[in-house]
């Protein structure tokens, strides 16, 4: 069956620091897939997306690319800051049964 | 900017109190579905939604109830709180399509039971 796999956390960073966390995917068929982040008290926001492979989604400095060939959507940004701590969640979503698989999400700290 | 709403967001009751915890949506979304979620973060799929008068348990078994009378209105009921169901609930709505398929979710509301 269709599932998505994160890397385990917590990730503790400083500011300023480059960020990677590595999601890996298995589909049947072609997924859209999805990183959320929800914020301490608060529900999932959506992060940014790909629909398609080679597609590379985008927001708030943060990017990931849909990776076919090694069924890969890594999130990453260049300079973290104390306010992306939060949880990360990677997700996709299978065309043909209209359901989502939420990965187990990474939580990440930045330190000032 | 999301317009899916939850309340209470914080609810802290007595064992075998009957609850039921509220979640609307003016985006007209077809499509619904109830989350819970544990301390370790992991969300679980308890009900969904494809419509009106349609709904359908998820992958982890609760013993929570769920109805759909109306479009943008998806209310979860617990007639019987235990401590077992402390933790914080999710709701989501989407489309139904294939492009703009991503879920928007309410702000969450977290139970305590006692």
């Known amino acids: 069956g269709d599932s998505v796999t994160q890397m385990e956390g917590p990730v503790t960073l400083s500011e300023e620091a480059f960020l990677t966390i590595n999601c890996t995917y298995t589909a049947t068929g072609y997924p859209s897939l999805f990183w959320y982040v929800q914020y301490p008290g608060e529900g999932l926001q959506l992060l940014l997306k790909a629909t398609k492979a080679d597609d590379k989604g985008s927001n708030k400095g943060f990017e990931a690319t849909y990776r076919k060939e090694t069924t890969s959507f890594h999130l990453e940004k260049g300079s973290v800051q104390v306010s992306d701590s939060a949880v990360y969640f990677c997700?996709?979503?299978?065309?043909?049964?209209?359901?989502?698989?939420f990965g187990s999400g990474t939580k990440l700290n930045v330190k000032p | 900017e999301a317009d899916i709403y939850q309340t209470p967001r914080y609810l802290v009751i007595g064992t075998g109190k009957k609850i039921t915890l509220e979640c609307s949506q003016t985006?007209?979304?077809?499509?619904m579905y109830w989350y819970q979620q544990d301390p370790g973060m992991e969300l679980h799929l308890i009900h969904y939604?494809?419509?009106?008068?349609?709904?359908e348990k998820g992958d982890l078994s609760s013993e929570s109830t769920v109805s759909r009378i109306r479009t943008e209105h998806f209310p979860l009921t617990l007639e019987s709180a235990r401590p077992s169901h402390t933790s914080q609930y999710l709701c989501?709505?989407?489309?139904?399509?294939?492009?703009?398929?991503?879920?928007?979710f309410g702000p969450g509301t977290r139970l305590t039971v006692l």
């Open positions: 997700a996709l979503m299978e065309y043909n049964f209209n359901k989502f698989y």
């Open positions: 985006m007209g979304h077809d499509k």
């Open positions: 939604s494809y419509g009106v008068n349609s709904t």
């Open positions: 989501a709505s989407s489309f139904p399509g294939t492009l703009n398929n991503e879920q928007f």
